[in-house]
T-cell receptor, first 113, second 108 residues
Framework: NAGVTQTPKFQVLKTGQSMTLQCAQD?????MYWYRQDPGMGLRLIYYSASEGTTDKGEVPNGYNVSRLNKREFSLRLESAAPSQTSVYFC????????????FGDGTRLSIL | TQLLEQSPQFLSIQEGENLTVYCNSS?????LQWYRQEPGEGPVLLVTVVTGGEVKKLKRLTFQFGDARKDSSLHITAAQPGDTGLYLCAGDGQNFVFGPGTRLSVLP
């Protein structure tokens, strides 16, 4: 039972490049989330999807887009990467539609040069 | 904006000692969660507390939700090196917000 799987685990980009972070969960959860974690700032919500077909902005959505491809998969796209987006990105999922992440992936460590 | 503060920010203790870490806010939360995160991994949910004054125990860990549902504490009895990690609290209020964490190091 894999839980929440994120790819890639590490990535280095140049400013202005684009990329998509992938996330998949095998627990049949309704809700999925994307967070970023920066030192001393805790986890901040970028976007979430309460159910298949819906997405909503979180606390820090600027510079990101998301796609809830199906119930299992929720991707995060950086269209034009900036150094301020250097961070560790976590995908999470939960049964409830009320923003309480229960299971997290192991993260993607992203550096923007 | 609802904020959660955690104290201390860092804590280093010897194996066998007891410790308490705190999670505080000026806002009321309908529930509060505690997570533990180890290096290179995602947070793992430890407990959810819902009722003011509620106490939950998970082996050597005791979690308490404040009577006014604005704060919480995590007490660890006889800490072990395996308890080392970043302890995060998160509150469900107007939004679901995380605190910055307490980084615990238990030395053998």
């Amino acid at each position: 039972n894999a839980g929440v799987t994120q790819t890639p685990k590490f990535q280095v980009l140049k400013t202005g490049q684009s990329m998509t972070l992938q996330c998949a969960q095998d627990m049949n959860h309704n809700s999925m989330y994307w967070y970023r974690q920066d030192p001393g700032m805790g986890l901040r919500l970028i976007y979430y999807s309460a159910s298949e077909g819906t997405t909503d902005k979180g606390e820090v959505p600027n510079g990101y887009n998301v796609s809830r491809l199906n119930k299992r998969e929720f991707s995060l796209r950086l269209e034009s990467a900036a150094p301020s987006q250097t961070s560790v990105y976590f995908c999470a999922s939960s049964w409830t539609e009320h923003n309480q992440p229960q299971h997290f992936g192991d993260g993607t460590r992203l550096s923007i040069l | 904006t609802q904020l959660l503060e955690q104290s201390p920010q860092f804590l280093s203790i010897q194996e066998g000692e007891n410790l308490t870490v705190y999670c505080n806010s000026s806002s009321v939360f309908s529930s509060l969660q505690w997570y533990r995160q180890e290096p290179g991994e995602g947070p793992v949910l430890l407990v959810t507390v819902v009722t003011g004054g509620e106490v939950k125990k998970l082996k050597r860990l005791t979690f308490q939700f404040g009577d006014a549902r604005k704060d919480s504490s995590l007490h660890i009895t006889a800490a072990q090196p395996g308890d080392t990690g970043l302890y995060l609290c998160a509150g469900d209020g107007q939004n679901f917000v995380f605190g910055p964490g307490t980084r615990l190091s238990v030395l053998p």
